[in-house]
């Protein structure tokens, strides 16, 4: 069993817990230059089965960035100065455990957990030991591919 990350472009994606209302017109606007000078990804931690199949652990983070300046280039351009490189390493921080005090590189009771709501036995040793993956999706290389 192995435990894998996949990332896809989340369209409007924000910040903000849903559900969220703006409080004005203003806020609206600045919500909208917002969203036109960065970029939404959202993860999802996946574990490889056994028989091949993949089972979604979750999918509730993500993270959101500006890959160029506010000045220069049109919001469009901000593609250009994307990485495969640079997302993965965006990833693996996104998928650190929230808890200080440990060394681990990944949260691996709480995905045991995961698992054994779907009726899978692993204990967060045995998550351990294959490599964890980071997976983009083919829309995503493709775009990362045409503005390199």
């Given at each position: 069993?192995?435990?894998c990350s996949?990332?896809?472009r989340?369209?409007g994606?924000?910040?903000?817990?849903a559900?969220?209302a703006?409080?004005s017109?203003?806020?609206?606007?600045e919500l909208?230059?917002?969203f036109?000078?960065?970029?939404?990804?959202?993860?999802?931690?996946y574990?490889?089965?056994a028989?091949?199949?993949?089972l979604t652990?979750?999918?509730?983070?993500?993270?959101s960035?500006?890959s160029?300046?506010?000045?220069?280039?049109?919001p469009?351009?901000?593609?250009?100065?994307?990485?495969?490189?640079?997302?993965?390493?965006d990833?693996r921080?996104?998928?650190?455990?929230?808890?200080?005090?440990?060394?681990?590189?990944h949260?691996?009771?709480?995905?045991?957990?995961?698992?054994?709501?779907?009726?899978?036995?692993a204990?967060?040793?045995?998550?351990?030991?294959?490599?964890?993956?980071?997976?983009?999706s083919?829309?995503?290389?493709?775009?990362?591919?045409?503005d390199?």
């Amino acid at each position: 069993m192995g435990g894998c990350s996949t990332v896809g472009r989340q369209p409007g994606a924000r910040d903000h817990p849903a559900p969220f209302a703006p409080r004005s017109t203003e806020e609206v606007e600045e919500l909208v230059e917002d969203f036109k000078q960065g970029l939404s990804f959202v993860v999802h931690e996946y574990a490889e089965l056994a028989d091949g199949r993949r089972l979604t652990l979750h999918e509730e983070r993500g993270f959101s960035g500006s890959s160029m300046p506010t000045t220069g280039p049109a919001p469009s351009d901000q593609w250009r100065y994307l990485t495969l490189e640079n997302l993965e390493r965006d990833v693996r921080t996104t998928v650190l455990p929230d808890d200080d005090d440990t060394q681990d590189e990944h949260p691996w009771e709480w995905l045991a957990g995961l698992l054994r709501v779907h009726g899978i036995e692993a204990t967060a040793e045995e998550l351990r030991l294959p490599p964890y993956d980071v997976v983009f999706s083919e829309r995503l290389r493709a775009r990362v591919a045409a503005d390199a």
